[in-house]
């Protein structure tokens, strides 16, 4: 079993930044794959970074591109989401996940553990 939990989220005005964290126990994570997703309200969960332990391949979408990097501690278990120039748009409850398999997927139904979310607002 895997638990995932998140940290970092917070308000911030629009152009600031946050840091989020997941912090991972329960299994080894070599050959995982972590992601960060989020979900506004009304709105489907959204594939926003994945990167892959094991080579640190990582993927982005569109949206977070050149504003947004994920990094992993594999000593930590930890993963990082550093989001800059952050938008009202990115406002939404941030979840991390967790895929135990080696490929890269940016479907919320390829991941196999989910943490508790933290809410992000950004404010314009």
């Known amino acids: 079993q895997v638990q995932l939990v998140e940290s970092g989220g917070g308000l911030v005005q629009a152009g600031g930044s946050l840091r989020l964290s997941c912090t991972a126990s329960?299994?080894?994570?070599?050959?995982?794959?972590m992601g960060w997703f989020r979900q506004a309200p009304g709105k489907e969960r959204e594939f926003v970074a994945a990167i892959r332990y094991l080579d640190s391949t990582t993927k982005y979408v569109d949206s977070a591109k050149g504003r947004f990097t994920i990094s992993r501690d594999n000593a930590k278990n930890t993963v990082l989401l550093q989001m800059n120039s952050l938008k009202p748009e990115d406002t939404a409850v941030y979840y991390c996940?967790?895929?135990?398999?080696?490929?890269?997927?940016?479907?919320?139904?390829?991941?196999?553990?989910w943490g508790q979310g933290t809410q992000v607002t950004v404010s314009s």
């Open positions: 329960g299994r080894t994570f070599s050959r995982y794959v």
């Open positions: 996940a967790a895929r135990s398999r080696y490929e890269m997927v940016v479907h919320a139904t390829g991941f196999d553990y």
